[in-house]
């Protein structure tokens, strides 16, 4: 509830439980995913989700990453700070990595060409639990 009231962005019911289902999942989650959730719930529709997870962006709660399939993933990890993720092309699981230990996006300073206000990496590639062949069927615990 304070992750929404500190932005200034009243704590509707609807927003608490897209924060909720983001910070249960400590991976990123697309909006197709996300909705998987809600429809089970019966919660809202798919403009109000997306109405809210704009808002979330918009005021740092959320991070958004973008793969190169242009699907967006929002996450609630490490409280919405810069992070990297970690996109597996075969379980399609997007994994949260934890921040670099100055908590800043940095540019080496010969390109540095302005202020950076957002910065989005996300690496892609197939997650340990997919190469081990052994594990392929269970899926890695969450943290
Ligand atoms: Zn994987
Ligand atoms: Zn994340």
């Not at 399939?69 to 075969?90: K, N, T, W």
């Given at each position: 509830?304070?992750?929404?009231?500190?932005?200034?962005?009243?704590?509707?019911?609807?927003?608490?439980?897209?924060?909720?289902?983001?910070?249960r999942?400590?991976?990123?989650?697309?909006?197709?995913?996300?909705?998987?959730?809600?429809?089970?719930?019966?919660?809202?529709?798919?403009?109000?989700?997306?109405?809210?997870?704009?808002?979330?962006?918009?005021?740092?709660v959320?991070?958004?990453?973008?793969?190169?399939?242009?699907?967006?993933?929002?996450?609630?990890?490490?409280?919405?700070?810069?992070?990297?993720?970690?996109?597996?092309?075969?379980?399609?699981?997007?994994?949260?990595?934890?921040?670099?230990?100055?908590?800043?996006?940095?540019?080496?300073?010969e390109?540095?060409?302005?202020?950076?206000?957002?910065?989005?990496?996300?690496?892609?590639?197939?997650?340990?639990?997919?190469?081990?062949?052994?594990?392929?069927?269970?899926p890695?615990?969450?943290?």
């Open positions: 509830m304070r992750l929404l009231t500190d932005v200034g962005l009243e704590p509707t019911s609807k927003r608490l439980y897209v924060l909720e289902l983001l910070l999942a400590t991976k990123a989650l697309s909006a197709p995913q996300l909705l998987e959730h809600i429809v089970h719930d019966n919660a809202m529709n798919k403009v109000t989700l997306y109405r809210i997870l704009d808002k979330l962006v918009e005021k740092g959320v991070r958004r990453t973008t793969s190169a399939d242009r699907m967006h993933r929002y996450c609630a990890g490490f409280h919405g700070e810069f992070h990297c993720h970690f996109h597996c092309v075969r379980c399609d699981k997007t994994y949260c990595l934890p921040p670099p230990p100055d908590n800043r996006p940095t540019m080496p300073p390109m540095c060409v302005g202020r950076i206000d957002t910065v989005d990496i996300l690496y892609e590639g197939v997650c340990s639990a997919c190469i081990a062949p052994c594990e392929t069927d269970s890695p615990q969450s943290p």
